[in-house]
C-alpha cells in the first residue's frame, strides 16, 4: 500500500524545448557551486544503442525543493542485459535538481524502464520505476511514463535524448 501511495505522489512533468538549455547545462562543471545540477553519467564509451539524459527536480508534497537527497538509477543496457556498469546514485543539489546519463534500457519481457531508489530524512523511502512514452507496450498516460525528446548532437556528433522527471516526496 505504501508504494502504490508514493506512486501516486510522484509529479511527472513533459520535456519541452528543453534540448539546449540542457546541453549547455551538461558542459558545466559542479564544482564548487552547488546551484548546478549534480550529474551522474552512466554512458561508457562504447556502448551501444540511444544515449539519454535525464533531469528533475525534488521537492517535499508543498513544492519546496529538496537538498542532498539521495537517488540511486539502475537500469538493463540497451539489449535488455543488466550490466554493473548502469546503476549509479548521486544527490541533489541545493534546488533539488538532479541530472543522469545513460543510454535507453532494451527489455524484449516487458517496458524499458529504470529503477530509481529515493531516500532523504524525514520523508518515506520511494522504490519505482520510471518508463518511455514512446515504448510500444507503454500506456501513455500512465504517470511514471517519461517523454523523451531528441535535442541536441552529444559530444560524439550522435544524437542525445532528452526527459524530466520530477518528484514530490512524502513525509514520514
Not at 12 to 41: C, H, I, R
Not at 133 to 151: Q, R, S
Request: charged letters at 25%; hydrophobic letters at 30%; glycine letters at 8%.
Amino acid at each position: 500500500f505504501s508504494t502504490q501511495v508514493n506512486r501516486s505522489l510522484i509529479i511527472l512533468t513533459l520535456a519541452a524545448a528543453m534540448s539546449s538549455f540542457a546541453v549547455a547545462q551538461d558542459k558545466e562543471t559542479n564544482e564548487g557551486n552547488p546551484q548546478k545540477q549534480q550529474m551522474l553519467e552512466l554512458w561508457k564509451p562504447g556502448d551501444s544503442g540511444q544515449r539519454m539524459r535525464i533531469r528533475g527536480r525534488v521537492t517535499d508534497a508543498n513544492g519546496q525543493p529538496l537538498p542532498n537527497v539521495r537517488i540511486r538509477f539502475r537500469h538493463a543496457d540497451s539489449e535488455g542485459i543488466n550490466r554493473s556498469y548502469h546503476q549509479g546514485e548521486l544527490e541533489t543539489n541545493e534546488r533539488g535538481i538532479y541530472q543522469f546519463g545513460s543510454v535507453i534500457p532494451g527489455n524484449s519481457h516487458r517496458l524499458s524502464h529504470v529503477h530509481v531508489y529515493i531516500s532523504h530524512p524525514g520523508f518515506q523511502y520511494l522504490d519505482t520505476e520510471f518508463y518511455f512514452k514512446d515504448d510500444p507496450k507503454a500506456n501513455a498516460d500512465d504517470p511514471n511514463a517519461i517523454f523523451l525528446e531528441e535535442g541536441n548532437s552529444d559530444d560524439n556528433g550522435g544524437k542525445m535524448m532528452y526527459g524530466r522527471w520530477d518528484v514530490a516526496l512524502t513525509p514520514q
